[in-house]
């Protein structure tokens, strides 16, 4: 890769003319101690990961750091620590290396996404999102909903499935991560018989998750609606990058539509292939993964294996990424 150079102009961020995306992920990507090595060298990640305790009223990074485990894996908690970890690696990141032409976000990651963009401020969007696991916990009694990945199987079968599934209850496509891989959403009985379904179909395999609840399908209606009284004490401002939002999967550039589409987000499926292709079709050939994991990463080979995908969620990934770009 050609040396980069710091442009102030978003969108010609490299001296060779390399579009960069930040994309950021979501929950399923904790794990216990992440962060830890970036608080412990960068000053900056130290101070991010203070900022969230003081905003929470506890200390959120020692759950990260220390875990236990169960603590880690609770909604509530999850999503700021995910949050957290990709914002103190992001701030480590934007002294250098160039500036992204795009953010996006998978799920939960929109919200690093949009603080990446200055459209929401570090500490609003670590409470908001740990409200966001809250209410979507609270929305469906626990056993009542449920989760399944359905590998190897198109987008028009997969809704086949879940319209034959339902049987009068919830079941629809709930992450449409590639094309190799959709996660299908709703009442529990309604998807065991929709994996059920995929596999006597012909799916490659379709296995039951292991979440809390039934996330991105209609059953989230009540914690959207808590959510939405929530937003309307948040100020939002003009996203500083175009955002790539999952619920349209089309790129946001206003305050107004930032909250309408994270709102929306909590009941609708999250494109993530249709993001992904949107953002490749706009010019963006390497993608910087920040946050915990390489789950991202892993999906981009699947959308596009042309593609450049880097990560950082640690001190190795970070040095490997920064020689990438030269830095």
């Known amino acids: 890769m050609h040396e980069l150079n710091h442009s102030p102009n978003p969108a010609k961020s490299t001296a060779s003319g390399t579009m960069i995306a930040f994309i950021f992920p979501g929950q399923g990507s904790q794990a216990v101690g992440m962060g830890k090595d970036l608080a412990e060298k960068y000053p900056v990640a130290r101070q991010t990961f203070e900022e969230a305790d003081e905003a929470l009223g506890y200390k959120l990074s020692q759950v990260c750091f220390e875990g236990p485990e169960e603590k880690l894996r609770l909604t509530e908690v999850t999503q700021p620590a995910i949050l957290t970890v990709s914002i103190a690696a992001l701030r480590i990141l934007e002294a250098r290396m160039p500036k ?31 409200n966001r696991g809250k209410y979507m916990q609270e929305a469906v009694p626990v056993g009542m909903g449920s989760m399944a990945a359905i590998l190897g199987m198109g987008l028009e079968k997969v809704i086949s499935v879940c319209q034959d599934a339902a049987q009068g ?22 998807v065991e018989r929709g994996a059920k379904l995929a596999d006597e179909r012909g799916a490659k395999r379709a296995k039951l998750l292991q979440v809390s609840a039934p996330f991105h399908c209609s059953l989230m209606k009540p914690a959207q609606d808590r959510l939405q009284a929530d937003f309307n004490k948040v100020k939002m401002r003009k996203p500083v990058y175009p955002v790539a939002c999952n619920v349209e999967a089309a790129l946001i550039t206003d305050e107004h539509r930032a909250r309408e589409t994270l709102i929306a987000q909590v009941t609708g499926a999250v494109k993530w292939d249709a993001c992904m292709r949107l953002l490749i079709g706009e010019g963006a050939q390497t993608f910087v993964e920040i946050g915990p994991g390489k789950v991202l990463c892993g999906l981009m080979r699947q959308i596009d294996r042309s593609k450049t995908c880097l990560n950082v969620g640690d001190e190795a990934s970070l040095t490997k990424t920064l020689e990438q770009f030269g830095s």
């Open 100 to 130: 992204p032409c795009f953010v996006a976000g998978h799920s939960l990651g929109e919200y690093s996404a949009h603080v990446a963009s200055g459209t929401m401020t570090f500490a609003d969007a670590v409470r908001t999102v740990r």
């Open 169 to 190: 209850e919830v079941c629809s496509p709930a992450n449409i991560n590639s094309a190799e891989q959709i996660v299908i959403s709703g009442h529990t009985g309604a």
